[in-house]
């Protein structure tokens, strides 16, 4: 297992990492980096799914004393899986597909929440976009009651065309949005199923409302306008998990 609080500093040791193979969670550059070797970063990076992060030279420094070179990486605590591998392989193996999406969730609490109530429930694997979302660190390891050492992760660059190919691969698109029309319960889950689940504050893109093939809400009748993610992903996944062991 590698070191959740492992970081890379440099451009060349960060170059090396990549070359070896080594799960990298994020990497944080220097705002006006500009150097050959920096473009030989870059480079290795094109196509890659890793988080690329321009700062401000200052919080490098706070980071680290260490000679940075403009380039910090961050190691993953996990190592990341392909949608486009794990599916056939869920498939391969008699399994009834059961995924969920977090779509630009950022608090890292929320996400490692998430993810043990995903293990509770049987959940086969979390998908996340590769930007503006959470990564799997230490803080979210351990929120997660170490969920996230067994659960997969995916992550992946364009979720449009992962919203897609689930679709096509016969899993059925869930989201939860206040925009919903039909209550939760009223939704079939027990076929391969997606459930995607947006940021509390944005919510779902509308580029990825438009793949789903259901819109669902979760009734409430307070004053507060919408439940914590984390809680409201915890009401749809064992709503799926009453109707898909319903009959054992």
């Known amino acids: 297992m590698v070191n959740a609080n492992e970081m890379i500093f440099g451009v060349r040791a960060v170059l090396e990492a990549l070359d070896a193979g080594k799960e990298i969670d994020k990497i944080l550059v220097k705002r006006d980096i500009q150097s050959e ?28 004393r260490k000679n940075h070179q403009g380039v910090i990486a961050f190691v993953s605590a996990v190592e990341y899986a392909r949608v486009d591998t794990l599916v056939p392989t869920l498939y391969e193996e008699g399994k009834n597909p059961f995924l969920v999406l977090l779509d630009g969730i950022t608090d890292v609490r929320n996400f490692g929440s998430i993810a043990r109530t995903c293990d509770c429930a049987g959940v086969d694997a979390i998908i996340l976009p590769s930007h503006n979302s959470v990564t799997v660190n230490a803080d979210a390891v351990k929120t997660s009651a170490g969920a996230l050492h067994t659960l997969p992760v995916c992550r992946e660059k364009n979720i449009t065309e992962t919203l897609r190919y689930l679709k096509e691969s016969g899993i059925k698109i869930v989201c939860a949005t206040e925009k919903g029309k039909i209550q939760y319960t009223k939704s079939d889950y027990t076929s391969p199923v997606c459930i995607v689940m947006g940021a509390e504050d944005t919510g779902i893109p509308v580029e990825h409302l438009r793949m789903c093939d259901e819109w669902v809400s979760i009734p409430q009748f307070g004053n507060i306008e919408s439940l914590n993610v984390s809680v409201a992903t915890g009401v749809l996944l064992y709503e799926a998990v009453r109707q898909r062991h319903s009959q054992d």
């Open 37 to 64: 070797l920096s473009r030989e970063l870059f480079a290795a990076l094109r196509g890659s799914t890793i988080p690329v992060v321009r700062v401000p030279v200052e919080k490098l420094n706070r980071i680290t």
